[in-house]
């Protein structure tokens, strides 16, 4: 196959083999050792992904702006990316810049691919792993997984796998009395603790899975692959604590949890047609998932500031308001993917052809204890009468069906023999979507029930670039792509009132892309440099936003909207040496200069005097979630005999630097920083008799990195916090068994 030094784009690629020796369980534990890649993760499979710095702060409507793919299977969902539990995995790849020619819409800027061990017919081999781990303010954690690989005969082979672990927990809920309201000015609260719930470690994470894949080969030119996976995860609670209360402690007052349970099959056939290779991928994907969050400061906001301080009396939850929000979703998709890939003496060429079928349905609750007992549910029940009595003060549910449809192609022609190549690609598509929401308010009581809405997308995605081999070992590149997220429709709450400000359907916008890069080899292979710069214009940028129109009286609703446009600029540097026959030695490195959206003040709305109304925007604003520095280096020495084996050191340094948090900034969801810290690790292994030994120490400078500040459920504004921090420093220890 072609080496990733050959193809003109920043590929980085780490082995299965490779993940296991520096500890590498989660897509965020993976960004740590890529250029231009971050992962926003509050608990394992709700993961945010950017690359380059384009990043839009992720969100609960806008489609996301980079692609996770398992294999054939596109698995991208908006800040809920999964994570695939690293069981024999062949590689992970990380793709920057956009991908949209050959993979689609949610690769606008780049998109990572997890390739999974494939069955062999040539021989039998199996092995098993065990580990289990200390961390120093936590818990203990433990897994074990194993792997065979069956030949049923000359061309039939089966290859099983399966894997359970913990992840120990290292938040502990301490105890606590509710806020009270200084900011409205009532000065009540504070007088309900959460004894009920004190605990330490309350965020331990259970997974489990298995996959199974059968190949056959039908012949010498045809191969079918077949391939199913399951994966199960429980998490006890988020990785968020408040520094204001104390070292890794928090104060909640319901439980938090989050459970994430996917299927995947898929079927997989490849054909020697003679003039061109063949491939179909069929697939089906269904994804279920449940969290709940605490929402004693949401609740109290809205009590405090519209039940007593405005005096709506819906609003009026009674004395100290504890509760909960959940959202329970369901998200399946089919997929159909066609590719012929062929070559002259010339040229390099791809086609295909592109079908997916989504549909994903979720259910949103809020609730407050006791709720069918305040002046709230008082007040609506003699509004309307003969309510059911609930404590659920709001209810949404929204369903989703999605069509894709799109051909695409690529093509390298050499215009100077073994030196110059021009590459030329293009991807047509069209999206069709409909959309249904209703609104109960209190439970079972339909505020609103919208009719289903529709929206109809279709472009052309345009990639050109020219790659020149200087020598043998020396290639340099200039690409021009462009990403793409396609336009769709929003709720389109209170038309018959006059409507939101912002339109109902909103189009799609488009990052154009130029980079200029270099990938190097000297010293026989032993010094390898790549570097890449680009400068991107991200044009009628999609942005999640409330619609101002609630200040005309209009139902508050969240849209998407084309409302920004934005420019990045920046560079990757991937290096890697051998020094001697057992030193490696490898340094990445991603700057980014510029990340800016500049947006409208105000938008045109005719109802209100002089026809414009406050966005509520920055007219100028640095995009989130993606530091401006970040580096990571490490330095293996290999070689080193021991009792028989063979053994080797590795020290791995990382540092991240500051982002913000999310794109606006308001009075109940401020603005933050966050990021600006560096990690450390030590793995020690030994090779001996088909036994792997590790001993590793992670995090050595115990640092409490703050990966991402949440503002969503208002915290800040009673003077607390919810800041996701990194594991603390943990001492570990894995055996490996191969047959």
Known sequence: SESSQ?????????????????????????????????????????????????????GFLVDPTAAIYLDEQPMSQTSWAPDVYPVDIARIEALAGPQSTLFGASSQSGAIRVITNKPDTEAFSANIGLGMSQMESGGMSHDIDATVNVPLSDNVAIRLAGFNSEDAGFIDNVLGTTVVDTVFGSGL???????????????????????????????????????????????DGFSDYDPNVGDLQTVKFADEYR?????????????????????SATSYYDRDFLYQHDTQSYAAYFHYSLGIYYGYATYDFGTDPVGALWNDQNHQS?????????????????????????????????????????????????????????????????????????VFGELELDVIEDRLTVLLGGRWYEVERELSYTVERPDARVDQQLPNRTAKDEGFIPKVGLEWSLTNDVMVYGIY????????????????????????????????????????????????????????????????VVDPSTTLGIPWQMVVANVGDAEVTGYDI?????????????????????????????FEEPRVPGGQIASGLDPSQALPMFADVSYSLYVQIAGIKLFGGESSLRFQHSFVGTSLNQLTDGFTSPRLSQGDYAISDAIFSMDMDGWRAQLYV??????????????QDFD??????????IRPRSFGISFRKYF
């Open 574 to 602: 991937d290096m890697k040496a051998a020094i001697g026959n057992n030193i490696e030695v490898g340094y990445n490195r991603t700057v980014i200069n510029d990340a800016d959206v500049k947006a409208p003040a105000f």
């Open 334 to 406: 089919f997929t159909q993917e066609l590719r012929l890939v062929g070559s002259t003496n010339r040229s390099n060429w791809t086609v295909g052809a592109f079908y997916q079928n989504s549909e994903e349905f979720w259910d949103f609750v809020t609730y407050v204890d006791d709720y069918r007992d305040s002046p709230a549910f008082a007040a609506w029940s003699y509004y309307y009468p003969g309510i059911a009595p609930t404590d659920t003060w709001w209810n949404s549910f929204q369903s989703t069906d999605r069509t894709d449809k799109a």
């Open 6 to 58: 050959d193809v003109p784009m920043m590929i980085q690629s780490i082995s299965g083999e490779d993940m296991e020796k520096r500890g590498i369980t989660t897509l965020e534990d993976f960004s740590t050792f890529v250029a231009g890649l971050n992962v926003i993760a509050t608990t394992p499979g709700q993961n945010t992904i950017v690359f380059r710095g384009v990043s839009d702060g992720g």
């Open 698 to 711: 992670k995090n050595i400078g115990d640092e409490r990195g703050i990966s991402y500040e949440d503002t």
């Open 716 to 725: 800040q504004l009673w003077g607390d916090a919810s800041s996701n921090v």
């Open 481 to 544: 792509s462009e990403g793409y997220r396609v336009g769709g429709t929003n709720r389109g709450r209170g038309m018959d009132q006059g409507g939101p400000t912002l339109p109902v359907v909103y189009d799609s916008d488009t990052l154009k892309n130029v980079e200029l890069g270099v990938k190097s080899q000297f010293m026989d292979g032993r010094l390898q440099v790549n570097a890449v710069y680009y400068s991107m214009n991200w044009e009628n940028m999609q942005l999640e």
């Open 259 to 279: 459970t994430d349970e996917w299927t995947q099959t898929s079927v997989v056939i490849e054909g020697d047609l003679g003039f061109a290779q063949l491939v």
């Open 189 to 235: 609260g504070g007088l309900k603790n959460n004894s009920a719930l004190v605990e330490d470690d309350i965020n331990s994470v259970e997974w489990q899975g298995v996959r199974a894949s059968v190949r056959w080969l039908v012949d010498d030119n045809w191969t079918v692959t077949a391939t199913t996976n399951y994966q199960d995860l429980k998490a």
